[in-house]
């Protein structure tokens, strides 16, 4: 049992799956790291100013004050912080559409690759060969009927 799960995990790793989910890990993570600059420091500042100076991350509904008249703090302070989900809002729309382009811009490139009439691109070899089966066939299909048709009309 456990050594046909090492050999399962060496199959694994050496199709390069791992290797491929490591690199989106390492992508992933630095990619957040630009989103979140670009969401505090490119897109909430002019939101900022549009309303009136106000900084989303801090914004929040205070549900218990925790400081007395005096500013003596008595109690821990409740509130609910919606500025930071706000901005969270913000960095997931960001990064729903970014992957939505990379997406569709890839699926686009795989079209042109998988389409046998287009020289431009390189076409993979295994749907290179089906194209071909599938010429083979049709042109199969075009000699038995018209073969039929020669033997209805004899």
């Known amino acids: 049992m456990k050594f046909k799960l090492f050999k399962e995990f060496k199959?694994?790793?050496?199709?390069?799956?791992?290797?491929?989910?490591?690199?989106?890990?390492?992508?992933g993570a630095a990619f957040n790291k630009v989103v979140d600059v670009l969401v505090k420091e490119?897109?909430?500042?002019?939101?900022?100013l549009l309303t009136g100076g106000v900084n989303f991350e801090n914004n929040r509904i205070i549900l218990r004050k925790g400081i007395n008249e005096d500013g003596v703090p008595i109690v821990e302070e409740i509130a609910i912080?919606?500025?930071?989900?706000?901005?969270?809002?913000?960095?997931?729309?960001?990064?729903g559409m970014t992957v939505f382009l990379v997406v569709k811009f890839m699926n686009s490139l795989r079209k042109k690759a998988d389409d046998p009439k287009n020289e431009a691109e390189v076409t993979p070899k295994e749907i290179e060969l089906l194209h071909n089966m599938n010429?083979?066939?049709?042109?199969?299909?075009?000699?038995?009927?018209?073969?039929?048709?020669?033997?209805?009309?004899d």
């Open 42 to 48: 490119v897109f909430f500042p002019p939101l900022s």
């Open 81 to 95: 912080g919606y500025g930071k989900f706000i901005e969270a809002g913000v960095d997931f729309l960001i990064i």
């Open 135 to 153: 010429v083979l066939m049709e042109r199969q299909v075009e000699l038995l009927e018209d073969l039929k048709a020669k033997n209805d009309k």
């Open 11 to 27: 199959e694994f790793a050496v199709k390069g799956n791992m290797i491929d989910i490591a690199i989106g890990v390492i992508i």
